[in-house]
Every structure is written in C-alpha cells, then in structure tokens.
C-alpha cells in the first residue's frame, strides 16, 4: 500500500493498495496501520466504521462538522463514485481549494479527508457502495451541510442528480455557512 499526499489539499492523503489478483478475483490490504501512521495519521484514532449504498446519480453532501471537525477515511468499496473534498479550515494554506476524485471498487483506494473539510460524492454506477472510517461519534448536533450546487465552489458533478436528502437539497450556500461560523 502506497500514500500520497492530495496537492490541492493540506493534509488529504490517498492510500492505494497493491491488489494481488488471479483467476478467483483480487485480495488486498483496504487499511494498514504502519502506512496511514507513516503519514502523521493516528491509526488508532478512528472509533466508527460506516457504509452507505447509492444507486446511480444520487448525491451525498457536501457534509462536515463543527466544532473539533471530523477526519474521514473514505473508500468505495463497490461500484464507483466521484468524490468532492473543500477545504475549509481558514488557517490551512489550501483554503477553499476543492480536488475531486473518482473511487471505485476496482482499486480499492481509500481518501484520507482531514477534520474541518467538506465531503460529498456522486454515484455513478447503478450500485455504490461506501465506506467511511470515522475518527469521532457522530453527533447530529454538530452535522453542517453547504449545498452542492454552490456557484462559488462550482463543482463539476458529473451526472444528473438523481436523488438526494431533503437535509442536502435544502442546504444553505457556503457564504452562510461560513457567515454563521459553523466551520
């Protein structure tokens, strides 16, 4: 397994796996904790696994948390999904800078997104699924959502959306969401 930095995003890292495949299919290591410590990350740190499953074009996101934020191991562990990180914490030198990227079930390649930036992808296949290693409790408390079509950030989905939850259709634009200082 091999990491590397994201450029457009302080702190962001990929994690790419050797895959080992044959006639049967492919077996590779999805988490190393030697390599995602290699990288200054606390393996130890994530306290959450998650999983969602999305049908072709629906969105999820952009989502983040307030307060201490919440740092995200991000994988699509079948299927494929464009993945969107905005970096928005205001002392961080890649400030508001956004960087996209295709998961897929093929490489198995994991997106370490630091706390205080937003994430949402797009699925583009008829299944995805998801998988999040998370390093707090969630607390719907704390759960900041900026709409996905925000002109300022003007991120280039690549399909129609299909469907998405009220909570993220109806999310406010990031000028709001930074002028309430919820990030």
């Known amino acids: 397994m091999k990491a590397t930095a994201v450029p457009e995003i302080t702190g962001a890292y990929l994690f790419e796996p ?27 740190a994530f ?3 998650s999983l969602s499953r999305s049908v072709r074009g629906v969105l999820r996101g952009l ?16 299927g494929r999904v464009f993945d ?9 030198p890649t400030y508001l800078n956004r ?13 370490y997104i630091p706390a205080g930036c937003a994430h949402g992808f797009q699925a583009l296949t008829d ?18 959502t900026i709409a996905y079509d925000d002109p300022e950030l003007a991120i ?3 399909l129609p959306v299909a469907s998405m939850s009220p909570r ?16």
């Open 18 to 44: 050797t895959p080992y495949a044959d006639e049967r299919g492919f077996f590779c290591r999805t988490f190393d904790a030697d390599v995602v410590r290699s990288v200054g990350i606390d393996p130890d």
């Open 47 to 49: 306290v959450q696994d």
């Open 63 to 78: 989502h983040l948390r307030s307060g201490a934020g919440e740092a995200k191991l991000v994988r699509c562990s079948s």
């Open 84 to 92: 969107v990180v905005v970096d928005l914490r205001a002392d961080s």
């Open 99 to 111: 960087a996209f990227f295709e998961l897929s079930g093929e490489t198995q390649t994991t997106l």
């Open 127 to 144: 299944t995805a699924d998801t998988s999040y290693r998370i390093d707090r409790p969630h607390d719907p408390a704390e759960d900041v």
């Open 156 to 158: 280039p989905w690549p």
């Open 168 to 183: 993220d259709r109806q999310a406010p634009g990031l000028a709001e969401v930074l002028k309430r200082r919820e990030v």
